[in-house]
């Protein structure tokens, strides 16, 4: 069975950081793209950012572009988001997502809170 668990959520002032992992199990993890996505109330999830497999390059959503960065350590079949200079805005559930072929798998989210 497969699993993608989320974690490293939190409150946070505006310009602080955060650290998100996802860690999976069930999966050849190496081969699958990995992406990080959030929600915030009310409204679409919306994509953040993408590693290709095997590390083969990173893309980014424009206005998180300079203040995040996603890598992965697939010996710990875990993805990370780094998040810099947060913004209230920045405020969602955030989710991973697996990808490889026509499979696609999603985590349950993490909580990440910017708020003075």
């Known amino acids: 069975q497969v699993q993608l668990v989320e974690s490293g959520g939190g409150l946070v002032h505006p310009g602080g950081s955060l650290t998100l992992s996802c860690t999976g199990s069930?999966?050849?993890?190496?081969?699958?793209?990995l992406s990080w996505y959030r929600q915030a109330p009310g409204k679409e999830r919306e994509y953040v950012a993408q590693?290709?497999?095997?590390?083969?390059?990173?893309d980014y959503e424009g206005s998180v572009k300079g203040r995040f960065t996603i890598s992965r350590d697939d010996a710990k079949k875990t993805v990370y988001l780094q998040m810099n200079n947060l913004r209230p805005e920045d405020t969602a559930l955030y989710f991973c997502?697996?990808?490889?072929?026509?499979?696609?798998?999603w985590g349950q989210g993490t909580q990440g809170t910017v708020s003075s």
């Open positions: 069930g999966l050849s993890f190496s081969h699958y793209a």
């Open positions: 590693i290709k497999s095997f590390g083969a390059g990173a």
């Open positions: 997502k697996a990808t490889f072929t026509d499979r696609t798998y």
